[in-house]
């Protein structure tokens, strides 16, 4: 089992930042990939952006060159840092870990980006 915890979400002006965390627990070795998902109500949930292990970060189209993830490995965290926020990016942010091939997901974090 792995465990998430996501902070960081909240209320931010269009073309402000905001760094998501996450941080995973529990059987936390051969963790095959970590990311963050996601959701509008009435919408499926979507990528962001997805750091397989020992392989090269993988963004949505709308994230590119605003959105970087990066990972500490020794403290199993992901981090999602969004500059450039618009007013579409309103949605709930979960973040996602792929451990031995199960989808492990955090409880989501609420980012609202105003005009």
């Known amino acids: 089992q792995v465990q998430l915890v996501e902070s960081g979400g909240g209320l931010v002006q269009a073309g402000g930042s905001l760094r998501l965390s996450c941080a995973a627990s529990?059987?936390?070795?051969?963790?095959?990939?970590m990311g963050w998902y996601r959701q509008v109500p009435g919408k499926q949930r979507e990528v962001v952006a997805i750091?397989?292990?020992?392989?090269?970060?993988i963004y949505a189209d709308y994230a590119k060159g605003r959105f970087t993830l990066s990972r500490d490995n020794a403290k199993s965290t992901v981090y999602l840092q969004m500059n450039g926020l618009k007013t579409e990016d309103t949605a709930v942010y979960y973040c996602?870990?792929?451990?031995?091939?199960?989808?492990?997901w955090g409880p989501g974090t609420q980012v609202t980006v105003s005009s």
């Open positions: 996602n870990v792929v451990h031995s091939l199960i989808n492990y």
């Open positions: 529990g059987n936390i070795f051969s963790i095959n990939a």
């Open positions: 750091a397989p292990s020992g392989g090269s970060t």
